[in-house]
């Protein structure tokens, strides 16, 4: 079987220079896929320590992202993690250049830029489906994300 690598900070930092930059757009979606719950939950276990401070904000997805080893790829991500990011990823870098509306590896490593491309990430995730709906859902489902969710939905 051929493990599924997403993407690479070795491709990022050709293009941004400094390892810092190369790894501010690929730890936002980390970060995102987090709070949404799209990790697999034995790599949040494993990590809970550095995964608490993402969530809290109190460290940035940049620094969960060289802590797993500067990739992204099937083994960090839970099914539908998986689905979403096969789906969705190979134009992520594409939308994160119109979101900030500049060179991406210009873009500073801040919470609230983390928002911006956060709003977008969570409404291609949902598509077109009613907040109250989804937040239903994944409370439903058992998951903890519901407050995360709506967060991101709202840029906060």
């Known amino acids: 079987m051929i493990l ?14 400094e390892f810092d930059k ?3 757009p690929m730890g936002m979606y980390l970060a995102w896929a987090l709070n949404l719950g799209l990790l697999r ?20 997805g940049s620094e969960l992202l060289m802590a797993l080893g500067g990739n992204l790829d099937e083994t960090l991500f839970s099914e539908r993690g998986n689905r979403f990011a096969g789906n969705y990823y190979p134009r992520y870098m594409i939308d994160y250049a119109l979101v900030f ?10 919470w609230s830029n983390y928002d911006k491309i956060a709003k977008l990430l969570t409404k291609e995730l949902l598509g077109d489906i009613p907040l109250s709906t989804s937040v239903v859902n994944i409370v439903k489902s058992g998951s903890r994300t519901a407050l995360n969710l709506v967060k991101s939905l709202l840029g906060r």
């Open 101 to 110: 509306g500049r060179d991406p590896y210009l873009v500073e490593d801040t």
């Open 41 to 60: 939950q034995e790599l949040v276990r494993e990590h809970q320590q550095l995964m608490t401070r993402v969530r809290m904000q109190d460290a940035k």
């Open 22 to 24: 190369a790894a501010i």
């Open 4 to 17: 599924v690598i997403y993407d690479s900070i070795d491709e990022h930092l050709k293009l941004a220079g």
